[in-house]
């Protein structure tokens, strides 16, 4: 069963792009990850399956609901957190969390004490003094707490620290394996790739791939720079596995490698190697790499 279904979903606001033919299909029971670097789309995209704003054509259809039709009735069933969101600044963590499971319902006072637990939040403290991360706790403690049966989250891991995101990641597999599903969207390739089932890539407003989420693996590259004592032909290295776009300059080496580092550490250090750098490039650059395009996200008006 679908739980998600669009069929050329479009939206413009005004003049400008926001999101353009999307097609997406969200199974019962996975992980669903909508990935693209700020400003793609992957906000309009939430915000046209919730109601929050409509379509300028196409349709969408959440549990087999129109979203247009009955809103109300999709919103019973959701858990969500917008990527900006805004409370109650006076009421404390816990008075929030509070409010919005008595406007709810239906929600399990033990299971709600466990995830401020889990996420080590202090309840006491009011929201307006809540750093960003601690925000984002709050948020994502009201989408959980009434066990909803999809959960729809807009960059979820903003502003938490590693520990924390690891509680996060432990708790979405905890939903799929309670049978339900969760629709996130995110700029970070690391972040999807360890969480979801299935990903679509999003880039200026279009769905550029759906794939499992094995196939991003072949996405991630990092970009190394070698220092020499004396010039070493590009050559060497340019038959390695794993390894393309070899450079050289003077004393320096530049590449791209794919996979594993260990081939490449092992050819440097027999050839008088006395510097190493390597980097992970930008989710931006990344798409510049499989896509071929100029530029991701300038000159774009999409949300």
């Not at 400003?39 to 399956?49: C, E, V």
């Not at 776009?245 to 081939?263: E, I, K, T, Y």
Request: some cysteine.
């Amino acid at each position: 069963m679908s739980v998600i279904e669009t069929e050329k979903l479009t939206k413009f606001y005004g003049p400008h792009r926001g999101i353009l033919d999307v097609d997406l299909c969200v199974e019962d029971g996975e992980i669903y990850g909508f990935l693209g670097p700020n400003g793609a789309g992957k906000t309009t995209t939430i915000r046209l399956l919730l109601d929050l704003i409509r379509p300028t054509s196409g349709r969408a259809s959440v549990f087999g609901i129109e979203t247009t039709v009955d809103p109300v009735a999709i919103h019973r069933r959701v858990g969500y957190l917008p990527g900006e969101f805004a409370l109650f600044d006076r009421l404390t963590g816990g008075e929030t969390i509070e409010y919005f499971a008595n406007l709810r319902g239906g929600v399990d006072p033990l299971y709600q004490a466990d995830l401020v637990a889990r996420f080590d939040l202090d309840p006491s403290r009011r929201f307006k003094e809540y750093s960003k991360g601690n925000k984002q706790k709050v948020g994502l403690v009201i989408a959980l707490q009434h066990r909803p049966d999809l959960l729809v989250l807009d960059e979820p891991t903003s502003g938490l620290d590693p520990l924390v995101q690891q509680t996060f990641f432990a708790l979405l597999r905890e939903t799929v394996a309670e049978g339900r599903s969760a629709f996130l969207s995110s700029h970070i390739l690391d972040e999807v790739e360890r969480t979801c089932d299935r990903v679509a890539i999003v880039r200026d407003g279009r769905l550029v791939a759906v794939d499992r989420v094995e196939a991003l693996r072949g996405l991630a590259h990092h970009e190394v720079e070698l220092r020499f004592t004396a010039p070493v032909p590009a050559s060497v290295f340019a038959s390695l596995p794993g390894v393309s776009d070899v450079v050289a300059v003077d004393d320096r080496l530049q590449l791209r490698v794919s996979g594993s580092m260990a081939p490449v550490v092992e050819a440097a250090a027999g050839r008088g190697l006395i510097d190493f750098e390597t980097r992970e490039p930008s989710l931006e650059q990344t798409f510049l790499a499989q896509y071929g395009r100029v530029a991701v996200g300038v000159a774009n008006h999409g949300r």
